[in-house]
């Protein structure tokens, strides 16, 4: 597609249910970000992409965020065991090259996690 | 490391006149890039305007400018004209070199626009 494009737009959940949140980046686009952005504040960056590869993971909040990218395209980001905390919109952005600091990101919608 | 602050959660400006909003930041990094990024309703983030640390000239992106005060560690953003599509969120972000690429943002700026 044209865009980056994440689905579910809204997922609602109760506390304790495992969510699965999916990111399509640009077509080719070598690199992929995962953000966690709370109610007013800023995007937090989770884990970066390069192809299939997670080069870093150091913004996962714990052991309950999962992400992977097994063929270097789609990306699927799983919390497992919910809770209230998790409530947040969850961006997706690429960038065409690998390290290339200067490159923009091209982000997506974003996704609504409400739990319950 | 790096952080990025937005003194300023909310700003107004009526509509044709021009606005700054104000960003610092800190980094140990020698070469690393600034930018501002828009995020309306819709909540896609979309790029505004980038600096690199290492040109001194300022970036303009039409009514867009920015003032860069390497030495001080500001990044401010100037909207000339301003227009009631210019009413959205602004969010300042850091990156550098190293540290995998990851984005710093701050906390952004939420920019109310007059008719």
């Known amino acids: 597609g044209a865009g980056v494009s994440q689905s579910p737009r809204y997922k609602v959940a109760k506390r304790g249910q495992d969510v699965a949140l999916r990111c399509d980046p640009i077509s080719g686009h070598v690199s992929l970000f995962w953000y966690q952005q709370a109610l007013g504040q800023g995007p937090e960056f989770l884990t970066y992409?390069?192809?299939?590869?997670?080069?870093?993971k150091s913004g996962l909040p714990s052991d309950r965020f999962f992400a992977e990218r097994p063929e270097g395209s789609v990306s699927t980001l799983k919390i497992q065991r919910t809770q209230q905390e998790d409530s947040a919109v969850y961006l997706c952005a690429s960038s065409p090259g690998g390290d290339r600091a200067y490159q923009p990101q091209h982000f997506g919608d974003g996704t609504r996690l409400s739990i319950l | 490391a790096q952080t990025v602050t937005q003194s300023q959660p909310e700003m107004s400006v009526q509509e044709a006149e021009t606005v700054t909003l104000s960003c610092t930041y800190d980094t140990s990094e020698s070469d690393y890039y600034l930018f501002w990024y828009k995020q309306p309703p819709s909540r896609q983030m979309i790029l505004v305007i980038r600096q690199e640390a290492y040109k001194q000239q300022n970036a303009t992106e039409n009514r867009f400018s920015v003032n860069f005060q390497k030495a001080a560690k500001s990044f401010s953003l100037k909207i000339s004209d301003s227009q009631l599509g210019d009413a959205a969120m602004y969010f300042c972000?850091?990156?550098?070199?190293?540290?995998?690429?990851?984005?710093?943002f701050g906390a952004g700026t939420r920019l109310f626009v007059k008719a």
């Open positions: 992409f390069q192809n299939e590869a997670q080069l870093d």
């Open positions: 972000a850091s990156r550098t070199f190293t540290g995998g690429f990851k984005t710093i």
